[in-house]
């Protein structure tokens, strides 16, 4: 059994990290965020130490090391613009981290956490769950076992909408979270790249708080992608079946569905990690690369 800590445990995403230490046999041990929302933890860690202040959680993982108690990951749940910060921390800490997608915002912070990596002699891992779905590894062994000289026309639509509060909270900082294509698109842009190889033409078709739109060359495919959390933008069909999410991904006009198991693969994640087979930095750049691009450039 493993101890792990857990930085930002009142967000959106922290029960799927709960879940999956749950789920692997290990045990949570200290908790930090500084909103107190965290009744969760009754459903998975009801024994975790709680702490809103940084300082004191800081304090009291210290404490655990110097008796023998030592955590060994810590995972990060916090804005995407802390993610840097807190794994620093983690590392320099003795702990391997395990921080959710977008791992950082910039590339060049990637390359502080690569020399922080080698100094402390820890591992950092990102959470990229879509490379682990079975329908998109089926879709990458398709396109690896086809004609070799085929570019493949695909579509991505992803509209998760979001209310009012959405741009009131750190979410709707594009300086906090990286904007709508960061935010909500990083694991599909991966997905692409991982599927179809590296990115060699990049188009901005639309950039707004609302929604993000382009088109992308990749080594094997022709791309045209559009991210939203407009709720006006979900199809009417999809509306009248009382849905606020729509996803679609078609390869060749066929549709690829991926939603079944979509939210359950922390766990799988988590299980790749605690044997070592995570997905690291050098995963994770080139996607963190391109959505960084979207963000800084002229619309097309």
């Known amino acids: 059994m493993k101890n792990f800590a857990l930085i930002g445990a009142a967000g ?3 029960p799927r990290h709960m879940k999956a230490i749950k789920e692997t046999g290990n045990n949570l041990v200290a908790a930090l965020d500084k909103h107190d929302n965290v009744g969760i933890l009754d459903s998975y860690f009801p024994n975790a130490d709680f702490f809103t202040e940084f300082e004191r959680f800081d304090r009291h993982l210290d404490k655990l090391k110097r008796k023998g108690d030592k955590i060994d990951y810590i995972s990060i749940c916090s804005p995407n613009y802390l993610h840097d910060s807190h794994i620093r921390y983690a590392l320099r ?3 391997d981290a395990i921080c959710e997608k977008p791992l950082v915002l910039n590339p060049w912070n990637l390359d502080a956490l690569a020399e922080i990596e080698k100094e402390t002699g820890r591992n950092l891992y990102t ?3 879509l490379r682990l779905h079975p329908s998109i590894i089926a879709l990458r062994e398709k396109v690896k076992n086809g004609p070799k000289d085929k570019i493949y026309d695909v579509d991505l639509t992803y509209i998760t909408s979001r209310g009012n509060w959405y741009h009131s909270s750190w979410k709707g900082d594009s300086s906090k979270s990286g904007g709508v294509a960061t935010n909500i698109g990083i694991h599909f842009f991966d997905m692409l790249i991982w599927i179809f190889g590296d990115v060699t033409k990049n188009e901005v078709k639309q950039l707004t ?3 993000a739109a382009g088109y992308l060359e990749l080594g094997r495919a022709r791309v045209t992608w559009m991210l939203s959390i407009d709720y006006d933008q ?3 069909d999809v509306k009248a079946a009382g849905k606020r999410t729509f996803r679609s991904l ?6 690829i569905e991926f939603s079944d198991g979509f939210t359950d693969l922390h766990t799988r994640s988590y299980e790749e990690i605690l044997k070592g087979n995570g997905f690291g930095l050098t995963e994770t750049r080139a996607s963190i690369e391109l959505v960084y691009s979207i963000r800084n450039q002229k619309i097309s």
């Open 12 to 14: 959106f995403i922290a």
């Open 93 to 95: 800490y003795g702990a």
């Open 127 to 129: 959470i990229l769950q």
């Open 209 to 211: 708080t609302d929604t």
């Open 234 to 236: 979900i199809p009417q």
């Open 250 to 255: 078609t390869m060749e006009g066929e549709q």
